[in-house]
T-cell receptor, first 115, second 113 residues
Framework: DSGVTQTPKHLITATGQRVTLRCSPR?????VYWYQQSLDQGLQFLIH???????AKGNILERFSAQQFPDLHSELNLSSLELGDSALYFC??????????????FGEGSRLTVL | AQSVTQLDSQVPVFEEAPVELRCNYS??????LFWYVQYPNQGLQLLLK??????LVKGINGFEAEFNKSQTSFHLRKPSVHISDTAEYFC???????????FGSGTKLNVKP
């Protein structure tokens, strides 16, 4: 158990809909990273938040947005869903900068299926 | 910009044989390198990492990797694999501030009895 919790574990929805994925990082970790894992694209970096502020963006679509709340949990919002958005979405956390040794702690993922 | 290339998408190997999973990276700045393992229906977990110092790093479960700056490689090795090593392995690279981690496309290791 990595200590990172993601909900829901599975989600089935229709094209055009909007979903929210939630991530609770390990206790004390200030950084949250979101990744999308699909069969054809591998593990794609989406976005990184540190203590509530956006630190870095990757290949995140404009239809997707994220935020990190004061209690450090994070949400990834996916809207106007398309079939190609079907994937496993991972959240990972890491400690504060001065003690960070680069290790990411991954949750078990949220599997999104768009029909 | 940084990127990672894993040259083999699948590696079949017999139990107790040695294995090498290849990883090459590209970066214009100093990098930190990582190998993660993903078992079925689980998240990724860290096997080992190179931040600085000795270029040969040892990780969990008997794995080791060698950082080769001149060849921009970070290949993962194990002298004798077990059935339980069957999983997907990901190489990753990050810059000094850990703002982004870029992962390779993964190598599926299939250990056969």
């Amino acid at each position: 158990d990595s200590g990172v919790t993601q909900t829901p574990k599975h989600l089935i929805t229709a094209t055009g809909q909007r979903v929210t994925l939630r991530c609770s990082p390990r206790s004390g970790d200030l950084s949250v990273y979101w990744y999308q894992q699909s069969l054809d694209q591998g593990l794609q970096f989406l976005i990184h938040y540190y203590n509530g502020e956006e630190r870095a963006k990757g290949n995140i679509l404009e239809r997707f947005s994220a935020q990190q709340f004061p209690d450090l949990h994070s949400e990834l919002n996916l809207s106007s869903l398309e079939l190609g958005d079907s994937a496993l979405y991972f959240c990972a956390s890491s400690p504060i900068v001065r003690t960070n040794t680069g290790e990411l702690f991954f949750g078990e993922g949220s599997r999104l299926t768009v029909l | 910009a940084q990127s990672v290339t894993q040259l083999d998408s699948q590696v079949p190997v017999f139990e107790e044989a040695p294995v090498e999973l290849r990883c090459n990276y590209s970066s214009s700045v100093s990098v930190y390198l990582f190998w993660y393992v993903q078992y079925p229906n689980q998240g990724l977990q860290l096997l080992l990492k190179y931040l600085s110092g000795s270029t040969l790093v040892k990780g969990i479960n008997g794995f080791e990797a060698e950082f080769n700056k001149s060849q921009t490689s970070f290949h993962l090795r194990k002298p004798s694999v077990h059935i339980s090593d069957t999983a997907e392995y990901f190489c990753a690279v990050s810059g000094g501030n850990f703002n982004k981690f870029y992962f390779g496309s993964g190598t599926k290791l299939n250990v056969k009895p």
